[in-house]
């Protein structure tokens, strides 16, 4: 089953306003949360990221927070441009002392509109 | 170009035949990955390996196999027991998650079944 859940599954906004994408993760064992971005035809790339030790983190027009006891992260994505159109992954990164792997949301499909 | 090479970028298979997927990375990255992208699905992991000859099943392995002979390598298998193969095929991979845990994709391999 799908250990992350992301909303919403699309996302459109005026240009200039503000983006926010929600994420949830399931298992205690979570401590590292990626964001990607992927625009049409072209691999994920990260765009941000923050540790489970950490609450909140900003980077220019996109911020990330998290809320652990709530199992809870978000993106922020402020004064939107239509460049920022694309499909957004969160994703957690679930470790043990011997392994790990990275588990993906479904994916929201952001529309700048000018 | 983020050091992660797939290929083909294009395959097509009959129905009934396996299929092999190359994915090779020149980042010296101990963990690698496979996902399978599907529209509306998100990233969905098959198989991932942190270390040579070692590997785990993702959550929709079955109808794949996967080989980890070279740190650089790791090839995925389509078998003709994958009922529904058709699909974006994404590898990634990262260094192990004890300092920064970025997952670098390739530009991923798109499967035809015809």
């Known amino acids: 089953g799908e250990n992350v859940e992301q909303h919403p599954s699309t996302l459109s906004v005026q240009e200039g306003d503000s983006a926010v994408i929600k994420c949830t993760y399931s298992?205690?064992?979570?401590?590292?949360f990626p964001w990607y971005k992927q625009e049409l035809g072209k691999r994920p790339q990260l765009i941000i990221d923050i540790r489970s030790n950490v609450g909140e983190k900003k980077d220019q027009r996109i911020a990330v927070t998290l809320n652990k006891t709530a199992k809870h992260f978000s993106l922020h994505i402020t004064e939107t441009q239509p460049e920022d159109s694309a499909v957004y992954f969160c994703?957690?990164?679930?470790?043990?002392?011997?392994?790990?792997?990275?588990?993906f949301g479904a994916g929201t499909q952001v529309v700048v509109t000018p | 170009d983020g050091g992660i090479t797939q290929s083909p970028k294009y395959l097509f298979r009959k129905e009934g035949q396996n299929v092999t997927l190359s994915c090779e990375q020149n980042?010296?990255?101990?963990?690698m990955y496979w996902y399978r992208q599907d529209p509306g699905q998100g990233l969905r992991l098959i198989y991932y390996s942190q270390i040579v000859n070692d590997f785990q099943k993702g959550d929709i392995a079955e109808g794949y196999s996967v080989s980890r002979e070279k740190k650089e390598s790791f090839p995925l298998t389509v078998t003709s027991a994958q009922k529904n193969p058709t699909a974006f095929y994404l590898c990634?991979?990262?260094?192990?998650?004890?300092?920064?845990?970025?997952?670098?994709f390739g530009q991923g391999t798109r499967l035809t079944v015809v």
């Open positions: 994703a957690d990164l679930m470790t043990t002392d011997s392994w790990g792997k990275f588990q």
């Open positions: 990634a991979s990262s260094i192990l998650w004890d300092s920064n845990t970025e997952a670098f």
């Open positions: 980042l010296n990255h101990d963990a």
């Open positions: 298992d205690s064992a979570s401590n590292y």
